[in-house]
């Protein structure tokens, strides 16, 4: 196929997901409230009104529907399609229920694990994670507990972190991205395919949920997105490579919620109940806007995605590109804080 139809093609593919995404969004807000899907501000709150949750299913279904048809056009992906999507579909539906009337944690980390399981048994789990020119690590015997430990480690971690307005669909939107441009470089359409609807779709629901949102995603649309950005990898060939990438784009909020999880836990805390003490929650309490924290997470985000990518697009520059992103993301490790103890240090600012 010439450049021209691909490239039309491909803007037909990615606007629809957008509109898409963008209406139903749109039309879940009375829908959702009607089913009582709806979140009351208490002292843990990050916003201050009655807000429907359950926009995420925007995102959900746009997806589903865009690998069905990747499938159609190219059923030789039926099975890693399936490995992927079917268990995060399992997950978000019953993230649906815990957003209608809420579930035990037990219940939700048996879902996750089981769905883990389930896509690591279609996808084989990973092996190895290139760290580009520097090293590339070998997982042996522990590449299957590794491999669940971050789908369900980073599934739960988009849900801690989908706590003001468009943090979790900015985040979601540029890993998507990241993913449909390295499945390009990989040969692998239909991945590609779904990851460019995803994050098209995750873009779409912002138009909503961007400050003041009008909607929250939930757990239906968070733990989906977490769930499927663990598993879109793993799907692609080149797994060594893409997983690492993944990660790197999704450094701050793996960065986040594991600072504090070992903060909470040294303080003896329950790391499973509700709290504001998130560094992206710590900025709302000093002043900081919703928009102003999400487009920071996302500018750190974005940072590494473009320096993890250009290798891939243009290997002479794999080397400088690595020591880039290594000390992007150690600087970043040291701004967050640093932005924390200073908004801290000043007098309270409105959150909204």
Request: proline share 6%; hydrophobic share 55%.
């Amino acid at each position: 196929m010439s450049p021209l139809p691909l490239v039309l093609f491909w803007s037909v593919w990615s606007v629809t997901a957008l509109v898409a995404s963008g209406v139903l969004a749109s039309r879940l807000i009375g829908w959702a409230a009607s089913r009582g899907a709806v979140d009351i501000p208490n002292a843990r709150s990050s916003h201050t009104r009655a807000t429907p949750r359950g926009g995420g299913l925007a995102i959900v279904a746009v997806t589903a529907v865009a690998a069905t048809i990747a499938c159609i056009l190219h059923p030789e992906s039926n099975r890693p399609v399936a490995g992927m999507l079917l268990p995060a579909v399992v997950v978000a539906g019953v993230s649906w229920i815990d957003d209608v009337r809420s579930l035990s944690g037990r219940v939700r980390f048996a879902v996750h694990l089981g769905c883990a399981l389930a896509a690591v048994a279609v996808l084989g789990p990973v092996r190895q994670v290139s760290l580009g020119g520097f090293a590339c690590l070998d997982f042996g015997h522990a590449a299957w507990p590794l491999t669940l430990l971050w789908i369900v480690g980073l599934t739960n971690a988009f849900n801690f972190m989908d706590g003001i307005d468009g943090m979790a669909g900015l985040t979601a939107a540029l890993a998507g991205a990241t993913l449909a441009a390295a499945a390009v470089v990989f040969a692998s359409p239909a991945v590609g395919g779904i990851a460019a609807a995803f994050a098209m779709a995750a873009c779409g629901f912002l138009a909503c949920n961007w400050q003041p949102a009008r909607i929250f995603m939930g757990d239906v649309g968070s733990a989906f997105c977490g769930f499927l950005l663990a598993v879109l990898p793993m799907a692609l060939p080149q797994t060594a490579i893409s997983t690492p990438l993944t990660a790197a784009v999704l450094w701050p909020f793996i960065f986040d919620t594991g600072l504090t999880i070992i903060r909470r836990g040294l303080k003896r805390e329950n790391i499973f109940q509700a709290h504001r003490s998130h560094l992206y929650q710590r900025l709302v309490i000093a002043g900081w806007s919703h928009r102003a924290v999400s487009s920071l997470y996302g500018a750190l985000a974005l940072v590494t995605a473009g320096l993890t990518l250009a290798p891939l697009f243009a290997p002479a520059v794999r080397r400088p590109a690595d020591v880039a992103t290594a000390a992007s993301i150690a600087l970043g490790t040291l701004l967050l804080p640093t932005l924390v103890w200073g908004a801290e240090r000043k007098p309270p600012g409105v959150a909204r």
